[in-house]
């Protein structure tokens, strides 16, 4: 919906944030408060790439020095909850929604067409059914995709292990992301006669036996950015590194969990870039419909030293020289 006149005008005051912790849904904020416009955040759950992406967005609404306050949930990845959470933003009448991750923003999309909606932390907006075009969305949702550089991991990946023949991969099998980045996986495995292994989990309590049935079969896996993954990350990495296994991961977050590699995005630059498109849009510079879905654009491999020296893995100079060397 448009912003009255009387909510631009005050714009330019001091930022001001009143944030409700993640957790349980807090009573609402009415949309205009003493001069400043309310928003809504909902984040599908809490781990560290999409609180990364959530302070990403709040940083860039204080440094655009907008007077907005931000009423801030977190459905802790059930659907029921960010359904409800949807509605109420609705209701409120918010001139702007943000929503972090895919399922966030297809249940706040498929709650209105008319507010827009910034969302962040999805990797292909089209193929979610968010927008017609990712160059022209052409609907109320826009926003920055996490769509990872999958070739340049794979070459990582080989780089590191260059005697892997059977590469496995592990994700949330109802998560329209990571079933995309799975089959970029395979195209890329396919033109270097590599085999994919694939497993699949419908919850975190899936995790520690799906990985327990990895050993043997695999000799490196790969982990997109799925959401119930990086939740559930050290308990992966806790089997695979007694196993000798290493795990190249989609985001450099998933590296604090046991990761050993990445060529990754970084979420809070995603999150700062959803934050910027929100604001143009706070602004009435910009309009969702119109507005292409923005990635990022510069990448560097990083490695996880400690997880290296734990699996034994000798890190050629040709990779290191040109790497983020990091120790989790």
Known sequence: MKIRKTALAAFAAAALFALSGC???KSAPSAQT??????????????PALDEANRGIVDA??????????DQQNAQAD????????????????????????????????ATDKTPIVATAVTDFEVAKLVKSNQ??????????????????????????PSAKRIGTIYNSSEINSQFQAQILKNELQKRNLELVEFTVSSVNDVQQTAQ???GKVDVIYVPTDNIIASAMPILTKITSAAKIGVIVGEEGLLKGGGLATVGVNYYNLGRIAGEMGADILEGKSQP???????????KSKININVAEQLGITIPTSVSQNAELVRY
């Open 213 to 215: 049935s990895m050993i």
């Open 34 to 47: 003493n001069g400043s416009v309310t928003v809504g955040l909902v984040q599908l759950v809490e781990h």
């Open 79 to 110: 659907q029921s909850n960010l359904g409800n959470i949807a509605q109420r933003f609705v209701s409120q009448k918010y001139p702007l929604i943000f929503a972090i991750a895919t399922p966030a923003a297809q249940i706040v999309a498929n």
């Open 136 to 161: 022209k969305p052409d609907t109320n949702v826009t926003g920055s995709s996490d769509l990872n550089p999958v070739a340049e991991q794979v070459r990582l990946m080989l780089e590191i292990i």
């Open 61 to 70: 609404l204080k440094d655009r020095k907008l007077n907005v306050q931000i």
């Open 23 to 25: 957790g349980e849904e």
């Open 289 to 299: 419909q119109t507005m292409p879905i923005r990635y990022q654009t510069e990448f």
